[in-house]
């Protein structure tokens, strides 16, 4: 099954969902599990990604739909998609999948989204082995730094792996916190990239509920023991990138430390969980809401694979845009619907809103009226957004 058109030529590429079969099944750790896609050669070329995106899942589960986010965990390599899933704590996709998921399962997947991806872009697109020459010549002596949390290491191992392949000078450290060494995912690939790279890989990992040798590296990342590894352990002056990704507390923590220190925001990558608002855990799959009769509501215009859409929201629902559009249309793209993934980006071109919450746009997308849907509602009697733009 294929959902949606082509994504239109220029910007980024337009989500779609198609229906991909579980080749591949590993154990991580007691709660986790690398789930690999086989993507199709007809399919293959949307599939491409960089170090650093993730997809969407989207599986009928008990009689519900449910779409969750995850990173892509692998280096890219064609016909081929990777992900890591943890199991939460009555989360129904995450214990569906490492409980009950088999090989030869179908699962509708959405091609690669996000950005958070580096900015140096040292390797070619979907081949790790394949440089970018010129880039690399420039960034030959890049030194990146990540923290991460949890499965917060998805996208940092497709992105550590492809930077210390591309060049043989550049670095990488990374912070990785979990409660214990049981905890660690892809503890054997850490290892392999530490005894393959000794001089320009170094792992810290910081154990919250296990005593280790470095009170340093025991207990939970605090401020206090934040800025004692930003001063000891980390080269802040000496880091051209950094990439953040687990619970919001601890990026929210990182992102404010190094603001302070002087590093400039367009460095800081940072992909979260959650927001850490629990109000609205399940998301959105457009609730129902019915238009005013008499007359006050907004309306809200869209353009989604080149066709328009019309839909009357009653002012006083406080309904987003996302949900609106879903009462119309159920193949308008979203994942997360917290504010954290991207996929319900639009661009506004007619009519005033306000977002509430923002983590995943670039400022010069918010600034050029680019918006993510699932958190924005208007404040004009009528407005305008286009999917595809």
Same mark, same amino acid.
């Given at each position: 099954?294929?959902?949606t058109t082509d994504a239109p030529t220029g910007g980024k590429r337009r989500a779609r969902f198609n229906t991909l079969e579980v080749t591949g099944l590993r154990k991580l750790t007691s709660d986790s599990v690398e789930v690999t896609f086989t993507v199709p050669e007809e399919l293959a070329?949307?599939?491409?990604?960089?170090p650093g995106q993730y997809v969407a899942?989207?599986?009928?589960?008990?009689?519900?739909?449910?779409?969750?986010s995850y990173s892509i965990c692998a280096v890219p390599r064609r016909g081929e998609v990777r992900v890591a899933i943890k199991k939460d704590l009555g989360g129904k996709f995450s214990t569906w999948a490492n409980e009950v998921l088999e090989v030869?399962?179908?699962?509708?997947?959405?091609?690669?989204?996000?950005?958070?991806?580096?900015r140096t872009h040292i390797t070619s697109m979907n081949n790790a082995e394949e440089l970018a020459a010129e880039k690399v010549a420039e960034n030959r002596n890049?030194?990146?730094?990540a923290f991460a949390a949890g499965s917060g290491i998805t996208p940092i191992m497709s992105i550590a792996k492809a930077v210390l392949s591309a060049s043989d000078s550049s670095r990488f450290d990374l912070v990785f916190a979990n409660r214990s060494a049981m905890d660690v995912m892809f503890a054997e690939e850490i290892g392999d990239l530490k005894d393959k790279y000794p001089a320009r890989f170094t792992v810290h990992h910081v154990l919250s509920r296990e005593q280790r040798v470095s009170p340093l590296l025991s207990g939970r990342i605090d401020a206090e023991k934040l800025e004692t590894i930003l001063d000891r352990v980390i080269d802040v002056d000496g880091t051209d990138e950094w990439f953040l990704c687990g619970p919001f507390e601890l990026v929210q923590l990182v992102r404010d430390s190094l603001a302070k220190r002087g590093v400039a925001e367009d460095k800081v990558r940072f992909e979260l969980?959650?927001?850490? !608002? *629990?109000?609205?855990?399940?998301?959105q799959s457009g609730r129902v809401v019915e238009a005013d009769p008499s007359g006050d509501n907004f309306t809200i215009e869209f353009n989604l694979d080149g066709l328009s859409g019309k839909v009357e929201s009653p002012k006083s629902s406080h309904e987003t845009l996302l949900n609106a559009a879903l009462r119309v249309r159920a193949d308008v793209p979203f994942a997360c619907a917290g504010g954290v993934c991207g996929t319900c980006r639009a661009k506004v071109t007619d009519g005033t809103y306000e977002m509430d919450e923002n983590y995943a746009l670039e400022k010069d997308e918010v600034e050029n009226g680019y918006v993510l849907t699932c958190?924005? !509602? *208007?404040t004009s009697d009528s407005i305008t957004v286009d999917y595809d733009a």
């Open positions: 099954m294929t959902e070329d949307d599939y491409d990604y960089v899942l989207r599986k009928e589960i008990d009689g519900s739909e449910l779409r969750r030869g399962e179908q699962i509708d997947v959405m091609n690669p989204q996000g950005a958070f991806t580096s890049t030194h990146l730094v969980f959650t927001t850490g !608002r *629990p109000e609205n855990p399940e998301g958190q924005t !509602r *208007p």
